[in-house]
């Protein structure tokens, strides 16, 4: 009988049991408090997050994950790419692009970078000159056989030694050449510069002695001027045999007249005939190269003349060879040297540098009496 009623007990307390359970009521406000919960956790961490601004806020579940995350590496920074072509500011550059820096500073003088850069590069420009020109004084200190010093001096303390030897120079080789040749002088009696040319070849015949032979055109003697010798051209035939066709004209000709050279045509003056007369007394061969630059303001030994150095330092030209006739003297250098380094062609140019200078003596290479060896 106990046991009936336990087993219906337990059955009645199972029955009340679902009833309980299954409540819409009590399930339905358990769920909302669930949602209420969450809503509210939510809203708080919106709130926390605008607090300490947009940038701060983490996931919490993403922050975990980061801090719990080993060392993280830094970004790399950049590095430039190991082909990337570089540019050389060189004189080739600035020279290039100073003029567009230039254009673009004009064309915007409110931008300051474009006004700054041109004049840094401009400054640069000018520094670089600068330090060649230092360089090359440099240069000249240690080579003066490329000081043009030596064809003619600049200073005045210079000049005064200079002027003399000029002047005995060209006294010696205008002497050489009347010694040697004469002057034919066609005028014509009514040519005014006939006889304004008169008279400096009057001074010119006393003061070197030089033979002038006047010829005259018309038969009449030169008004103002007095000539020893005088012959009229009857007919024309000197002047037709030199292609005499205007006046004055002047002829060198050598005392026996095998060599007739034509010096002027038309008025000349002192200074300008006598060294046209010298010009075409050096292609007569009435003097030497050298007698000609003694005579001459300025040298014009030049590295473009065909010329070798002596044993004793003098330069010697080839048999014939004239000022300014290089067709035959042109520098030849290996490709090989030439590539190599620059010593090969310094050295050639060298060779044609050993001038006479009117700034310094040759040392007398002969060994002194009473010096022992």
């Not at 080739?92 to 254009?103: H, S």
């Not at 401009?122 to 200190?141: L, N, S, W």
């Not at 600049?154 to 002497?175: C, D, P, S, Y």
């Not at 010298?278 to 005579?295: K, N, P």
Request: net charge negative; glycine share 6%.
């Amino acid at each position: 009988m106990k046991k009936v009623g336990m087993v219906a007990l337990s059955v009645l307390l199972a029955i009340s049991g679902m009833q309980v359970s299954a409540d819409p009521m009590a399930e339905r406000q358990a769920q909302l408090e669930k949602e209420r919960e969450a809503y509210m956790q939510g809203l708080e961490r919106q709130n926390n997050a605008a607090t300490l601004g947009w940038h701060w806020y983490q996931d919490p579940a993403e922050q975990e994950v980061d801090e719990a995350a080993p060392d993280e590496e830094a970004p790399a920074q950049p590095t430039p790419a190991p082909n990337e072509e570089m540019v050389q500011i060189d004189v080739k550059w600035l020279r290039e692009n100073l003029p567009k820096m230039l254009d673009d500073a004009m064309n915007n003088p409110g931008d300051m970078q474009k006004v700054k850069l041109y004049w840094l590069a401009q400054k640069m420009a000018v520094d670089m000159a600068t330090k060649f020109q230092d360089e090359t004084r440099r240069m000249y200190i240690a080579n003066p056989q490329l000081n043009e010093d030596s064809r003619r001096p600049e200073t005045q303390f210079q000049l005064t030694t200079h002027n003399e030897q000029v002047k005995a120079g060209k006294a010696a080789a205008v002497q050489k050449v009347f010694d040697k040749a004469g002057l034919w002088f066609f005028y014509s009696s009514t040519c005014q510069y006939c006889i304004k040319e008169g008279p400096i070849l009057n001074f010119l015949e006393r003061l070197y002695n030089v033979n002038i032979l006047a010829v005259s055109m018309d038969g009449l003697p030169l008004p103002g001027s007095e000539f020893a010798d005088v012959v009229v051209d009857e007919g024309g035939v000197m002047a037709a045999k030199l292609s005499v066709e205007k006046t004055p004209s002047m002829f060198l000709v050598s005392n026996d007249g095998s060599k007739i050279h034509k010096v002027s045509e038309g008025l000349v003056p002192m200074d300008e005939l006598l060294e046209t007369i010298l010009y075409v007394a050096r292609g007569a061969g009435f003097i030497t190269e050298q007698e000609l630059q003694d005579s001459r303001d300025v040298r014009q030994f030049l590295m473009t003349d065909e010329a070798s150095i002596s044993p004793s330092g003098e330069l010697v030209r080839a048999e014939g060879s004239q000022p300014g006739e290089n067709a035959s003297s042109l520098i030849e250098v290996s490709k090989s040297d030439l590539e190599r380094s620059p010593d090969a062609l310094i050295a050639q140019f060298e060779t044609r540098l050993n001038y006479p200078s009117y700034t310094t003596q040759q040392v007398n290479s002969a060994q002194p009496q009473g010096v022992e060896q």
